[in-house]
């Protein structure tokens, strides 16, 4: 079945840059989306990617993704401690109604 | 434009006890989910909605977990009974449910925090 793993925290300084981790199973895969978590918050997406694309860059994110390796990264970049927050990666198949598959979520936290 | 809604925001039950929650889609959204979010892990998705017809519960526990869209707008998920390991966030998300990547973006509500004592 699906599945989809992500490292579990990540720390960094104010201004610099944020790389976040997600390797996924499913071959199918047509679509893999970054969503954010703060805290008492629902997900709020942040960008997407086509399984047929490389790179995606949208303003200071971005989305790189290795369709071999099943790999699946998200940069961000000038990282303020505003972003501190939980982020998910998620894939879904052309197949059926696009049910999404989200990992187990990064810690990321900011330090001023 | 008003985002998906749910309530309550936080629920305390004793084990065995029933509990139901209540979510509001975005105005026109087809689609509508019901995910489970116990701490520590990503969303899994409990049931699906089209319209007021169910696409997939292949995840729902359906010995104590129930979910119902009547007029395709409103839905409502309950447990009944409640036990320790429904103890979650649950979160509704809707999205306009047609052809092409951008009517299938997920929108989702704040959630429902369970616990179960």
């Known amino acids: 079945g699906e599945d989809v793993e992500q490292s579990l925290f990540l720390s960094v300084r104010e201004g610099d840059s944020s790389v976040i981790n997600c390797t996924y199973t499913?071959?199918?895969?047509?679509?893999l989306y970054w969503y954010k978590q703060e805290p008492g918050a629902g997900l709020q997406l942040l960008t997407y990617i086509f399984s047929n694309m490389d790179m995606k860059q949208d303003q200071r994110l971005t989305v790189l993704l290795n369709k071999k390796d099943k790999h699946l990264s998200l940069r961000i970049a000038d990282t303020q401690t505003g972003d501190s927050a939980i982020y998910f990666c998620?894939?879904?198949?052309?197949?059926?109604?696009?049910?999404?598959?989200f990992g187990t979520g990064t810690r990321l936290l900011v330090s001023p | 434009e008003a985002g998906v809604a749910q309530s309550p925001r936080y629920k305390i039950i004793e084990k065995r006890q029933s509990v139901a929650f209540w979510c509001n889609p975005i105005?026109?959204?087809?689609?509508l989910y019901w995910y489970q979010q116990i701490l520590g892990q990503g969303p899994k998705l409990l049931i699906q909605f089209q319209n007021n017809g169910v696409v997939d519960d292949s995840q729902l526990p359906k010995d104590r977990f129930s979910a119902e869209r009547l007029k395709g707008v409103d839905s409502t998920l309950k447990i009944q009974p409640a036990k320790l390991e429904d103890s979650a966030v649950y979160l509704c998300a809707s999205s306009l449910g047609t052809a092409g990547l951008k009517s299938n973006e997920q929108f989702f509500g704040p959630g429902t925090r369970l616990t179960v004592l």
């Open positions: 499913d071959s199918s895969s047509t679509y």
């Open positions: 998620a894939e879904s198949s052309n197949t059926g109604f696009q049910k999404l598959v």
């Open positions: 105005s026109g959204h087809a689609t």
